[in-house]
């Protein structure tokens, strides 16, 4: 029995050393423009607001977007319930996108964060609009406790950097 044991932890260990090589090279990035860089963006705007995070970064040709709401150019929340909500932050994606050289066919994926998960149904016709329908990102939506400024939504993006 214990040497059936002995002969099952080798065995085990030996497959795990096999599998753990071939993991390697088959995630091994040979790609040279991306190789384990991370850019920090930020705003002159973002920056003078004292906020603690990044606007996006840029990781290895994805671009991770921190969690944006409706806020108008003056940082002001816009007015109007979810959907007027929903519209202003997904222009305001879609405007940083835009500064990045990219667009919203470049997001992959999206986290939706609602103060009231009844606004679900109101949020994704709003959201739909933004979106090709053949190239809808992955998404999840949950709702939360609060949001920054009583916002009713927040959503962050990752996407595709274009070079």
């Known amino acids: 029995m214990k040497v059936n ?4 932890s080798i065995l085990f260990l030996f497959n795990s050393c096999i599998s753990l090589r071939v993991a390697n090279k088959d995630v091994k990035n040979t790609s040279s423009n991306h190789t384990n860089s991370i850019k920090f963006i930020n705003s002159q705007e973002n920056i003078d607001r004292g906020y603690p995070f990044s606007e996006a970064t840029v990781v290895n ?3 991770y977007l921190s969690g944006e709401i ?4 003056d940082g002001t929340l816009v007015s109007g319930g979810i959907e007027a909500e ?4 997904l222009t305001n994606i879609k ?8 667009s919203m066919d470049d997001v992959f994926k999206c986290t939706c964060m609602l103060a009231d998960i009844k606004d679900w149904p ?3 016709q709003e959201y739909k609009k933004f979106f090709n329908p053949e190239k809808l ?8 406790s609060g949001l920054a400024l009583g916002a009713k939504l927040e959503i962050e993006c990752m996407a595709i950097k274009r070079d």
């Open 5 to 8: 044991y002995i002969i099952l």
């Open 61 to 63: 040709g994805i671009i």
């Open 86 to 89: 929903t519209r202003q932050t």
């Open 95 to 102: 405007n940083k996108l835009e500064k990045m050289g990219g």
């Open 70 to 73: 409706g806020t108008l150019d």
């Open 137 to 144: 990102p992955a998404r999840s939506a949950f709702a939360g």
């Open 122 to 124: 109101l949020m994704s």
